[in-house]
């Protein structure tokens, strides 16, 4: 059972910025992808970005331009640094991890951007 431990999150006012970090409990053997989903009540999780053990990143529309999904191997740390946040962003932001059919789970930092 890996273990992710979350930081970051918050409140913020609308145009500001907030960085999450996703540290896991061992370090995770190759192939892997990582990711952080959002997700708001009564909703099912929504994808925010994925970056994969080769360094592959993908992006969700809404994320594209305005959020950075991010490695540090030496230090087994994900980041993801959300900028312009909108009252929109507003969710439940949740560390994921995979490798084949084994998934991984945060318990979620509450991010909330005032207008």
């Known amino acids: 059972q890996v273990l992710l431990a979350e930081s970051g999150g918050g409140l913020v006012q609308s145009g500001g910025s907030l960085t999450h970090s996703c540290i896991p409990s061992?370090?995770?053997?190759?192939?892997?992808?990582m990711a952080w989903y959002r997700q708001r009540p009564g909703k099912e999780h929504e994808l925010v970005a994925r970056?994969?053990?080769?360094?592959?990143?993908i992006y969700a529309n809404f994320a594209k331009d305005r959020f950075i999904i991010s490695r540090d191997a030496a230090n087994n740390t994900m980041y993801l640094q959300m900028t312009s946040l909108e009252p929109d962003d507003t969710r439940v932001y949740y560390c994921?991890?995979?490798?084949?059919?084994?998934?991984?789970w945060g318990q979620g930092i509450q991010v909330t951007v005032s207008p």
């Open positions: 994921n991890v995979a490798r084949y059919q084994h998934i991984f």
């Open positions: 061992e370090n995770i053997l190759e192939p892997y992808s």
């Open positions: 970056i994969f053990s080769d360094g592959r990143t």
